[in-house]
Structure formats: C-alpha cells, structure tokens
Nanobody, 126 residues
Framework: QVQLAESGGGLVQAGGSRRLSCAAS????????MGWFRQAPGKGRELVVG??????????KPNYEGRFTISSDESKNALSLYLQMNNLEPEDTAVYYC?????????????????WGQGTPVTVAT
C-alpha cells in the first residue's frame, strides 16, 4: 500500500517563502518519478515540477523554474519529497499535491502519475 502525505501548507504573505513536504510510505522503491502538482481555485490540476528518482533530473514548468525547487531525501526506511517555494505571489494560491509514478518518464508530465496525496493548501495573501 502506497501513501503520500503532504504537509507545510498554510497562509503566507506575498513575497514570502514556504516549504512543502511529502512523506511517502509503502512500496516507495517502485517510484521512478515523483512530482508536485497544484490546483488553483477554479482551475485544473497542473504539474509544477517532476523529478526522476534514478538520477535526480528535474523538469520544471516554465512558470516555476527559478522560484520553486524540488528535492528528495531517501533514507533506509523513509522517502520524502520537498518543494521550496520562494517569492510567492497571490497567483500561487492553490492546493499542492505530491504524486508518484512507476513510470520513469512521468516526471515530465507526459505520462500519468498513479499515486496521489490528499493535498495541502497554500494561500498567498497580498
């Protein structure tokens, strides 16, 4: 059983920073891609950044590169994914989701992710 649990969301002032975390449990060795998605109010869910777990290659959607940074931490019994968000704007207000896939090509968003967390909301105030 795979579980992804996001944390770190909340209210932040425009121009501020926030770090989101995703704790993965279960058959994490089968994860070849992981990523962060977001869904803004009234909009569809979109890829923010994906990472290929084998070599750490990251794919950022153009709007986020330079402001957002993905990282991962794998220890013996735990896998965590992080999203550092800087210089936040009100337009970044959204629910942020952690996702994982057994497909090594999913990290670019060209393939579907199979596993999803419940999401953590981020609100950026002016």
């Amino acid at each position: 059983q795979v579980q992804l649990a996001e944390s770190g969301g909340g209210l932040v002032q425009a121009g501020g920073s926030r770090r989101l975390s995703c704790a993965a449990s279960g058959r994490t060795l089968s994860f070849y891609s992981m990523g962060w998605f977001r869904q803004a109010p009234g909009k569809g869910r979109e890829l923010v950044v994906g990472i290929r777990m084998s070599d750490g290659s990251a794919y950022y959607k153009p709007n986020y590169e330079g402001r957002f940074t993905i990282s991962s931490d794998e220890s013996k019994n735990a896998l965590s994914l992080y999203l550092q968000m800087n210089n936040l704007e009100p337009e970044d207000t959204a629910v942020y989701y952690c996702a994982a896939s057994r497909d090594s090509n999913a990290y670019t968003g060209q393939r579907d992710f199979e596993y999803w967390g419940q999401g953590t909301p981020v609100t950026v105030a002016t």
